[in-house]
DNA sequence: CTGTTAGCGCGTTCAA
DNA sequence: TTGAACGCGCTAACAG
């Protein structure tokens, strides 16, 4: 490749020159700076990126942490992500922690030691405060996405889940469902813990006593399972409501074992839920994410941190959309 | 942070010792590495990998293209070469081209200015051959990932289309079908136009005329839905294949207009298909492409590539899966 | 308006 | 077994 040497001995003038006009940081003769352009396409020269990023200290790239690159959710908030960065001249560096604490502390000494510019960290597993800490020292910027964790004190973007969840719980209970199985799986995380809350907050608005309800929480797949498989063999649940994707899996796979219909036999609603779910039965009644724009909003933050270091975290929550469709429509009491 | 100077005279070593104990390039007296060690832990030093990369000319970075990081399928690939790719000690930097040739040049640039060792391109564009062509010198080495271009001298990798679609349209006439409508899209992409090729293979082979069937080409959507309405309009089409996700939801929505169920009135097929689509009616007879592992092939040819710069350029098909569902079942013809 | 030069942090000869 | 010193390619003083 050729150099930075190759292009100024070509244009008869001196490396200085040479970066200035590439990067316009101060003023060149026209007649100089063509002759520098022409050497530039006639020897094919690239800035090198790395040589660049050594001596700014500045790589001009962020690194974005996932928890679990299978999920549909993560695709669109990385695909947000990506989309804002090149939008702000940044390239994107990616990881992948599958949910496992030492991957993840791996993943982020990876990003560190690239230098990156800043840290996205979208859905970090329990996002170890530790993990951070550990690295007090100049450490970039970092931002936390989807979930959050208000003790921490980092720029954050999540989604208004409690308030979701309150109206669609409310909703249900208009409806007359009297005893929800909720799947709310594992409290720990942040997103599911503010749904959770969500639900009991409308119980309570609403006047409804949380015992004659299902709350089926923990970490097992398999115990989540059961115990879903014990509230509907009770025969009470008139209404399944399901944390998430995964969750909804669960339920749903329950749900036909136990050789119930939605919505005939049974409500259900979901958050996040399935793409292209309104080409297929049962339509779900789904909480949509807007992933895509956490993302977006998470690089935003991260570029307004960047140029005011200080200034204390700030927490954005996107609003959710609830789209309502059949499967929450059957119910007798339903208008 | 804390470099190699400052580790080096806490150890009271010179920093070539320091890096030769951090790369286990020499031998290193026992007691010397020891106290080195014991500086590192004492000063929390991190090797840049910038500086690194920059001596080395070696940056253990690969880069990534996509064409659509909205697609699910490009999730599953993208976590297949993330997932290979820290196997292998590499790091992904990733970029999204957007099915846009302009796009994609540039982050093809990008990618070369930050001198990634390798470049994997998936699913891109025309991959215009001038692209690549352009940078003739010092470029790394190149992986085409699931459009296979058989004319371009790079390693590729994709899935045995052809054949998977000549299966499958076979089992389709066995059943009875007279009348297909093949939803096709963009012939110029080679995935599709593999599955097309698949499609005519099949009928020569069982001695049906091609002129009976509807075959549905072009790049514009609502071209595309207004030619399939037209086939279903005829009455005569039994079964609708769809060559990709976006094809199958335009079929099915076009399906759905016409007010035709699947699989009473007609059989419906399709290539890559929804996520958790068991759970789903119609249940879908779906071709499941081996994303994941496309990615990590694809990674796998770029390190053999990176041992081997030279010898002739590979290319690897993975076999495909059709997952047999209720949407072909329901057909008279059916054993 | 332009040129010279000192590093950014590391790997790697060459000498000892 | 260890150290000194050069340079990867670039930006940014500083000098003219």
Same sequence: chains 1, 2.
Avoid: C
Avoid at 116 to 142: C, F, N, Q, T
Avoid at 189 to 214: C, I, K, N, Q, Y
């Amino acid at each position: 490749m050729a150099t930075m040497v190759d292009v100024a001995r070509r244009a008869k003038v001196s490396v200085s020159t040479v970066s200035h006009v590439l990067n316009g940081t101060r003023n060149v003769e026209r007649e100089t700076r063509q002759r520098v352009l022409d050497a530039i396409t006639a020897t094919g020269y690239r800035q090198d990126a790395l040589a660049r990023a050594l001596r700014r200290s500045r790589t001009d790239s962020i690194g974005l942490v996932v928890s679990d690159a299978g999920e549909p959710a993560f695709a669109a908030m990385a695909h947000g992500v990506e989309h804002a960065a090149v939008e702000h001249g940044l390239t994107l560096v990616l990881a992948n922690s599958a949910e496992d604490v030492e991957r993840e502390r791996k993943a982020v000494q990876t990003l560190l030691n690239r230098r990156v510019d800043g840290l996205i960290l979208a859905r970090a597993a329990e996002s170890d405060p530790g993990l951070v800490d550990s690295l007090e020292d100049e450490k970039p910027p970092i931002i936390l996405l989807d979930r959050i964790f208000p003790s921490l004190p980092f720029d954050q973007v999540g989604a208004d889940n409690r308030e979701t969840m309150r109206t669609l719980t409310l909703r249900l209970l208009e409806q007359g469902h009297r005893h929800v199985a909720v799947v709310a799986g594992d409290t720990r995380v942040p997103t599911l813990r503010e749904r959770l809350d969500g639900f009991t907050s409308a119980l309570l608005e609403a006047g409804h006593p949380l015992g004659d309800h299902h709350v089926i929480t923990g970490t097992d797949d398999d115990e989540l399972r059961s115990a879903l498989q014990a509230a509907l063999a009770s025969g009470e649940a008139t209404a399944v409501v399901a944390g998430s994707t995964p969750l909804a899996v669960l339920a749903l796979t329950a749900l036909a074992a136990a050789g119930l219909r939605v919505p005939e036999d049974v409500a259900f609603a979901t958050f996040d839920g399935f793409d292209n779910s309104d080409l297929f039965r049962p339509q779900l009644t789904t909480v949509r994410q807007p992933a895509f724009d956490m993302g977006v909003a998470a690089v935003q933050l991260l570029v307004e941190r960047l140029r005011t270091p200080d200034g204390s975290p700030r927490t954005v929550r996107l609003r959710q959309r609830i789209d309502w469709r059949e499967s929450t429509e059957a119910w007798p009491g339903t208008a």
